[in-house]
């Protein structure tokens, strides 16, 4: 089981560009979450996925969208870069009890 | 509005000490709460789930304890080594599988 995986490990773009993270969830889990970690603080919620949809979402602005595909695997965009939008972006999946997070996605914004 | 804090934000301790993690949150309607450990630029390893029925769970070196209706939770680590440097994070869950996360505890464990 390769667990939760992520792609790509760094990124690096400019401010006003648009970006697209991938998240693959562990092996029989239906339910992907998103969270953003700025340096120093706790993962911030961005939004939930279960069955392709839009389960929940936290207090980011609609520059951050996602996917669910059927195969469960999600994708994050960013569209409209700023500077503060610097961060590792954490995939979450979970299907009963807990979550299991990937490695991360550092994302650097010039 | 769930806040979680973590007491203290950062530790340094000799190894072999025996150390304790607080944790509080506001809101007691919690589904669940896990424990994390997080490496410099890493992802998040989950240590320990306790199920808001339960009150501690137990992994090896590692106890997690739960008080719901006091809105707090411990991590209890034995025996420190060199290895458990990290950040220790805190998070209960909501019945929608949403995580609050605190700012964690930054543990160093001197040789």
């Known amino acids: 089981d390769a667990g939760v995986t992520q792609s790509p490990t760094h990124l690096i773009k400019t401010r006003g560009q648009q970006v697209t993270l991938r998240c693959s969830p562990k092996s029989g889990h239906d339910t992907v979450s998103w969270y953003q970690q700025a340096l120093g603080q706790g993962p911030q919620f961005i939004f939930q996925?279960?069955?392709?949809?839009?389960?929940q979402r936290g207090n980011f602005p609609d520059r951050f969208s996602g996917h669910q595909f059927p195969n469960y695997s999600s994708e994050l965009n960013v569209n409209a870069l700023l500077l503060g939008d610097s961060a590792l972006y954490l995939c979450?999946?979970?299907?009963?009890?807990?979550?299991?997070f990937g490695p991360g996605t550092r994302l650097t914004v010039l | 509005k769930q806040e979680v804090t973590q007491i203290p934000a950062a530790l340094s301790v000799p190894e072999g000490e025996n150390l304790v993690l607080n944790c509080s949150f506001t809101d007691s309607a919690i589904y669940n709460l896990q424990w994390f450990r997080q490496d410099p630029g890493k992802g998040l390893t989950s240590l320990l789930l306790i199920q808001s029925s339960q009150r501690e769970q137990t992994s090896g070196r590692l106890n997690a304890s739960l008080d719901k209706s006091s809105g707090r939770s411990t991590l209890y680590i034995a025996a420190s080594q060199p290895g458990d440097s990290a950040t220790y994070l805190c998070a209960p869950m909501d019945s929608s599988y949403k995580l609050i996360f605190g700012s964690g505890t930054r543990l160093l464990v001197r040789p």
């Open positions: 979450a999946s979970s299907h009963d009890r807990g979550l299991f």
């Open positions: 996925y279960y069955e392709e949809e839009e389960r």
